[in-house]
């Protein structure tokens, strides 16, 4: 009996670990902006561009093409900006916010990129961050535009430095 205790014991938390490690894992998008744009994306990509900051895109690959969809693209400006872990940074004084598409226009594939509507509360939050190549970046994102809209988001991958 008391091994069969310890052995649900064990059960339980190796299932917790397991549900934990998936979610602290995930890259998500969501919130009711879906309702005007489509959300679906197949990775997360972080790079380091100089001069211009550090970009967070949600993208899909373009077929036969090395260019990619973004569902969603955060820039963020760390020019004036000291980065640190665990410390919300507000988007709407320090970011630009972006998609772009391909749709299945009249003449053949087209680009959308109709802008999100403006921000009008939004914040980012690092969980892990080092300006270190290669390193795991995550966090997550809150976004509220201004037609009442919603876009949140989580996000884990490692840091590419563009040249």
Known sequence: MKRMKHLSHVSFWMCLFS??????????????????????????QIELIGGEGISIAYVSPISGS????????????NSQLSIEANVPIDLVQSSVLSRFRLVQGSSGLEEDRQPFPAMHTATLTFTEFSYQSNSPIAGYFSISFINGDTLLGDFRANLSIAN
């Open 66 to 77: 090395s260019d990619f969809e973004e569902a969603a693209k955060i820039l963020i400006d």
């Open 19 to 44: 549900i934990l490690s998936c979610v602290q894992s995930e890259n998500s998008l969501r919130g009711s902006i879906r309702d005007l744009y489509a959300l679906d994306f197949q990775s997360v």
